[in-house]
């Protein structure tokens, strides 16, 4: 049960929402975007949060649309799910049918993945590979900006801007990717290393979450993923020397075997990929 | 623009039945349909997404209940285990001991008939990426799965399964 009262608002156009966010923010109500809500009923009920004017993006055209013909474009307020059952793009596909479990996913969206509290956000992985832009809206209108820019630890977003969506150029799928997820207590359950590699033009790319803080694609570490003149292994090697001081430890796992998991993810990626 | 403040009355449409009811927007769809509207079949188990003992159909689709407000199922169907019509489906979960204790069982059987209608011919994977969205803590998980796999054969074949 959620223990106090909230106003909630269901606007039809994206000027509806920024104008009740900013109507609600001057009122005291600390007001919050909501789509699938999984996050913030759970963050209410356990009182973490305490918004007073909740904002359902639901209804919102922008926020629901699904696009894969010229500019691919997928609505922050669409379910895992539905993502999964249209896209095209099969490593897409195979990293958002790996998150919670098949029921949440029939609530929970892919905005709502990109911009919540936990770490580990894994919906962002292919999105940093396929060079993606977030849609951002707010009071001074709609914004194209590269996740590479405004993605950083997490989505930098200003006072009461929202999330519409993410795009990206057409891309035909990439056959040459490789998804590794690792778990303490089997599927269903929050990864210890979850990293997306692709192979685009001879090169190849890599995001990486679980084993971090947050979810992150180095410029650095692809440099060295891409030396050809060593072998697999050792650009593991360096590869994961490279990220030492980010690795964590909690329950899950101890920082010393997210840094195992991760050498041996990229040795079996580059064996695969360079095949 | 549709806004919800404070308590207000909503009409939802459960198990084919439009029900009058007062709601805060911060009533979630399980305390509603528990507290509210008398359908206890409806778990209350984590109460944080996990268990799946409070799964019912939203749309046709598996929904965990504690996580959705009531005010968002305005103008939806919601199917609860007091609405499924799945009688042999139900049957099933009796013929292969698809229950112990039976604290789970009304999520699972939500989450099995949605299965079966969005896969009538499910593989194993389907069987699996649907089950393990709920929880048995008797752990009958083997007994369960045969039931939805019977289910499924005895659509096909009635002979084919016994």
């Given at each position: 049960m959620?223990?106090?009262?909230f106003?909630?608002?269901?606007?039809e156009?994206?000027?509806?929402a920024?104008?009740?966010?900013?109507?609600?923010?001057?009122?005291?109500?600390?007001?919050v975007y909501?789509?699938?809500g999984?996050?913030i009923?759970?963050?209410?009920?356990?009182q973490?949060?305490?918004?007073?004017?909740?904002?359902?993006?639901?209804?919102?055209?922008?926020?629901l649309?699904?696009?894969e013909?010229?500019?691919?474009?997928y609505?922050?307020?669409?379910?895992?799910?539905?993502?999964t059952?249209?896209?095209?793009?099969?490593?897409?596909s195979?990293?958002?049918?790996?998150?919670?479990?098949?029921?949440?996913?029939?609530?929970?969206?892919l905005?709502?993945?990109?911009?919540?509290?936990?770490?580990?956000?894994?919906?962002?992985l292919?999105?940093?590979?396929?060079?993606?832009?977030?849609?951002?809206?707010?009071?001074?209108g709609i914004?194209?900006?590269?996740?590479?820019?405004?993605?950083?630890?997490r989505?930098?977003?200003?006072?009461?801007?929202?999330?519409?969506?993410?795009?990206?150029?057409a891309?035909?799928?990439?056959?040459?990717?490789?998804?590794?997820?690792?778990?303490?207590?089997?599927?269903?359950?929050?990864?210890?290393?979850?990293v997306?590699f692709?192979?685009?033009?001879?090169?190849?790319?890599?995001?990486?979450?679980?084993?971090?803080?947050?979810?992150l694609?180095?410029p650095?570490?692809?440099?060295?993923?891409?030396?050809?003149?060593?072998?697999p292994?050792?650009?593991?090697e360096?590869?994961t020397d490279?990220?030492?001081?980010?690795?964590?430890?909690?329950?899950?796992?101890s920082?010393?075997?997210?840094?195992?998991?991760l050498?041996?993810a990229i040795?079996?990626?580059?064996?695969?990929l360079e095949? | 623009?549709?806004?919800y403040?404070?308590?207000?009355e909503l009409?939802?449409?459960?198990?084919?039945?439009?029900?009058?009811?007062v709601?805060?927007?911060?009533?979630t769809?399980l305390?509603?349909?528990r507290?509210?509207?008398g359908?206890?079949?409806?778990?209350i188990?984590c109460?944080?997404g996990?268990?799946?003992a409070?799964?019912v159909?939203?749309?046709?689709?598996?929904?965990?209940?504690?996580?959705?407000?009531?005010v968002e199922?305005?103008d939806?169907?919601?199917?609860?285990?007091?609405?499924?019509?799945n009688?042999?489906l139900?049957?099933?979960?009796?013929h292969?001991h698809?229950?112990?204790c039976?604290?789970?069982?009304s999520?699972m059987?939500?989450?099995?008939?949605?299965?079966?209608?969005?896969?009538p011919n499910p593989?194993?994977?389907?069987?699996?990426?649907?089950?393990?969205?709920?929880?048995?803590?008797?752990?009958?998980?083997?007994?369960?799965?045969?039931?939805?796999?019977?289910?499924?054969?005895?659509?096909?074949d009635?002979?084919?399964?016994?």
């Amino acid at each position: 049960m959620i223990p106090f009262d909230f106003t909630y608002s269901v606007p039809e156009s994206v000027e509806e929402a920024v104008s009740s966010w900013f109507s609600s923010e001057q009122r005291g109500e600390n007001p919050v975007y909501y789509s699938g809500g999984t996050e913030i009923i759970t963050l209410c009920r356990e009182q973490k949060i305490e918004p007073h004017a909740v904002i359902d993006i639901k209804h919102i055209p922008e926020c629901l649309k699904i696009n894969e013909t010229e500019d691919y474009y997928y609505g922050a307020a669409l379910t895992l799910n539905t993502i999964t059952e249209k896209t095209s793009l099969s490593l897409f596909s195979a990293v958002l049918s790996r998150i919670a479990d098949n029921t949440i996913r029939n609530k929970l969206t892919l905005g709502g993945n990109i911009m919540g509290r936990l770490p580990y956000r894994e919906a962002v992985l292919p999105l940093l590979l396929f060079d993606a832009h977030a849609v951002i809206a707010g009071k001074e209108g709609i914004r194209s900006q590269p996740l590479s820019v405004v993605f950083d630890k997490r989505l930098l977003l200003g006072k009461g801007e929202l999330l519409l969506g993410i795009t990206f150029p057409a891309k035909t799928d990439a056959a040459h990717w490789v998804f590794t997820r690792k778990e303490k207590n089997g599927r269903i359950d929050y990864p210890i290393l979850s990293v997306c590699f692709i192979k685009e033009n001879d090169s190849i790319k890599m995001a990486v979450s679980g084993a971090f803080a947050y979810p992150l694609r180095n410029p650095e570490a692809e440099n060295i993923l891409n030396r050809q003149t060593l072998s697999p292994l050792q650009r593991a090697e360096k590869v994961t020397d490279y990220f030492a001081d980010y690795y964590k430890t909690d329950f899950r796992s101890s920082a010393a075997y997210r840094k195992h998991l991760l050498k041996g993810a990229i040795t079996e990626a580059l064996e695969k990929l360079e095949d | 623009m549709k806004v919800y403040n404070s308590v207000q009355e909503l009409t939802l449409l459960i198990n084919g039945e439009e029900r009058t009811v007062v709601v805060r927007p911060s009533d979630t769809l399980l305390r509603t349909l528990r507290e509210k509207l008398g359908l206890t079949g409806t778990k209350i188990g984590c109460e944080h997404g996990d268990c799946g003992a409070c799964t019912v159909q939203i749309n046709g689709k598996p929904v965990k209940s504690c996580l959705v407000l009531a005010v968002e199922t305005v103008d939806k169907e919601i199917t609860t285990i007091e609405g499924l019509e799945n009688d042999r489906l139900k049957q099933s979960f009796v013929h292969n001991h698809g229950f112990q204790c039976g604290f789970c069982t009304s999520g699972m059987l939500m989450n099995a008939d949605s299965l079966l209608h969005d896969h009538p011919n499910p593989t194993d994977e389907e069987v699996t990426r649907y089950l393990e969205s709920n929880l048995c803590r008797c752990t009958g998980y083997e007994g369960i799965q045969m039931a939805v796999t019977e289910s499924f054969y005895k659509k096909k074949d009635p002979d084919s399964h016994s």
